[in-house]
């Protein structure tokens, strides 16, 4: 097992789309294996592959208290099948916006159905923390982040924050980057 580095806000990379797992050989069982890893040491109670950097729909969950034995949990090409009218308020935070925490509403119940680790298919009936959690790593395998469910004020603060702080430590990553620029071509020296 190995740990991996989670992308933060801005990376680019959270907001694709995640392909489906075609098959489960042993990059995928690997990439799981990482994925808890990392999740525990975060710590965090859930993680989807993109916020490691792998565009495949993955998931991972624990949700036990503080003094109860792990349950983790995979979630490989999870789909909501069905969703409750009734809304359910829970403040959330996500590994990828550390720090940031803020009420979202959100269907209270779903159902989801998913394979798990032997590709065998399942459906489970979701609420409470589960449903909110499973909702949000959901989102995470389609390119979309809590703060999209938030309003545009708190959303434009939280993102520009972000955006400043990777500027300032020079990890702001851009799609195509930009060649290195040789002594030779450079008009002035900073
Ligand atoms: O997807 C993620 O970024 C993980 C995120 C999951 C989540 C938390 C709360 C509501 C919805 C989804 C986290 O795990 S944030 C950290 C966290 O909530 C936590 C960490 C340690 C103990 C208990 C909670
Ligand atoms: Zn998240």
């Known amino acids: 097992m190995a740990l991996r580095d989670i992308l933060i806000l801005p990376d680019p990379r959270l907001r694709l789309v995640s392909d489906p797992v075609k098959a489960i050989d042993a990059e995928t069982r690997k990439l799981i294996a990482d994925m808890f890893e990392t999740m525990y040491a975060a710590p965090g109670i859930g993680l989807a592959a993109i916020q490691v950097g792998v565009p495949k729909r993955v998931v991972t969950l624990d949700l036990a208290k503080k003094d109860e034995p792990l349950q983790p949990q995979v979630f490989i090409n999870p789909e909501i099948t069905w969703s409750s009218d009734e809304k ?9 916006i550390p720090e940031y925490y803020e ?12 394979l798990d680790i032997d590709g065998r ?3 489970a009936e979701a609420d409470g923390l589960f449903a909110t959690c499973i909702q949000h790593e959901i989102d995470h395998l389609n ?29 702001t990553k851009s799609v195509a980057p930009h060649p290195p620029v040789s002594d030779k071509t450079r008009t002035h020296t900073v």
Do not use: Q
């Open 143 to 171: 390119g979309v982040l809590f703060i999209d469910h938030i309003s545009k004020l708190k959303r434009d603060m939280v993102t520009k924050k972000f955006a400043k702080a990777a500027k300032l430590t020079g990890t």
């Open 88 to 96: 359910g308020v829970y403040e959330e935070g996500c590994l990828s």
């Open 121 to 123: 298919p399942h459906e």
């Open 103 to 114: 009420e979202v509403a959100r269907p209270a119940r779903v159902k989801v159905k998913f």
